[in-house]
């Protein structure tokens, strides 16, 4: 069963990343239509039940190989192009987009930790000793892929994220959910493997891209 198991991975690990090279770190990344210039933190934290329920932070999905046997992605097999992504889990993946994208723009940008659960005065204590004047929280509800490898066709991507924004003088002052389901259609001449990563910098480019996101962001 074990040497079974391990088969399957092999399988799916071939049909992910194929003949294709992985697209480059810089078209992963998300940017966006305009530019901060304050120093901004930013916090990407895993809330996903699947989580909480077992699977572990680096899980981003399930994909369908040989006999639509569901086999399990993780971002080391999967989804890992650049040194250091194959210990990386999945809120350290996208923190890790997030900034490349957002620095090569030219924002002033630094990833921090902090829990769901810290308290505004925590928080304040943080921005104040970062010197920086906004926190950007992305709590990641869900982001999850089920993709059928037999055929090119198209693929569901489920995502939630908890945006919250807090200003070094007024506190918190954006509590946002975006969340949805995007219908991916694939491309014949690209990997899955790009094809996620594309919709990946997708799903962050809207985030970012949201119209009380980006005021909060540019006030």
Known sequence: M??????????????ITG???????????????YNVTKKVLISVNDQRERVKEGKPEDFVGVAHATFGI?????????????????????????????????QKQGWNVEAVKVTSGASDSEI?????????????????????FSINLNWVSAFNFDTDTLVKIYEVNDGQILEKQIAGRDVIEEKGDESPQNNVLRAYREQLVEIFSDPEVKSKLTD
């Open 2 to 15: 074990i040497k079974m198991k391990y088969f399957f991975l092999l399988l799916v690990a071939f049909f």
């Open 19 to 33: 003949c294709v090279s992985p697209i480059p770190l810089h078209e992963q990344a998300p940017d966006t239509n």
């Open 70 to 102: 569901p086999v399990d992605w993780h971002v080391s097999q999967v989804l890992a192009t650049e040194e250091g992504d194959k210990e990386k889990t999945l809120a350290d993946f996208l923190e890790h987009r997030i900034l490349h994208g957002l």
């Open 124 to 144: 304040m204590t943080l921005l104040a000793d970062n010197q920086a004047d906004k926190l950007m929280q992305l709590n990641i509800n869900e982001w999850y």
